[in-house]
């Protein structure tokens, strides 16, 4: 897999920090997050190891240098997990920071992503990031795809937000979720060359008729220092809870947020249910 790498340039790579939103109460695998936070769930598919070891192991290979594991919700579980993880391998006391939202989580999951601001070392000028959900399951290629979108428009990224999607058919939809997931839809127009997001939208399955396709937002953004700065100061003013509610605040102001095309092979498994889990079996070939 380091063969790849080549796809990252040094700046890019250098600069390049990623962001793993852990904080969240996973309140839809209430028996299980009663206790144990959801980025820690073993998964058996995978070797049952957690969620989060998964992804963290999965980004490693593209060598990036920072990690920041927002914590909130039973955080003490988390913030243990990664000091095991780290003694039992040196090489990430480095890479992988801890970031704790004291209870600003309880806000919304933007709160728990801007608190990576208050951390000065981690949150530097220059620098962008990748934001992730530690609840969800990334396939290395899907991650392979977006880390080279990022390189490619590297100049791109110090301006305007990234975002990610699939072109998806409603069959498709309901093979991987029930009827009752709701599905992030981002409404795009072009530019010349550029894709650009008009709007997020929330969609039920059951709401999206037979015949229509949607561009699927992949849980993954894009954001330089510059547009955090942004978003933190129009959350002054605003009251949005949620990373995509603010991508519609930014282009509600005027501004662009860029959106690039994802091949819809690429897979990502949020685990909610058991539907979930009989996917991702499935998808390992158990």
Known sequence: MGIVLSILKNEVKKNLSIVI??????????????????????????NSISILYYNIKTLLNFEIDKIAIVIGHLGVSIREYLTTIKKNDHTLQDKLIIIDTENQYKLGPLYSFLSITKNKSFFTRNNYYLVIPGDTIFDYSILKEI??????????IHKYPFVFYRIIGLKTLEELYSINRIISNAEITKLGSEIILKKISQLK????????????????????????????????ENLNKTIWET?????????????????????????????????LKKKKGQ
Do not use: W
Request: aromatic residues 6%.
């Open 21 to 46: 939103l852990c904080a969240g109460e996973g309140t839809r695998l209430k028996k299980i997050t009663k206790t144990t936070p959801k980025p820690l769930i073993k998964i058996e598919p995978l």
């Open 147 to 156: 880390i080279y979108i990022i390189s490619k428009n590297y100049t791109l």
């Open 205 to 236: 399955i059951r709401d999206i008729l037979s015949e229509n396709t949607l561009n699927q937002l992949i849980p993954i953004t894009a954001l330089s220092y510059d547009s955090i700065n942004e978003i933190l100061n129009m959350n002054r």
């Open 247 to 279: 991508l519609n605040s930014i282009i509600f102001n005027g501004k662009k947020v860029l959106a690039f095309e994802i091949e819809n092979k690429h897979q990502f498994y949020d685990i909610d249910n058991k539907k979930d889990l009989k996917n």
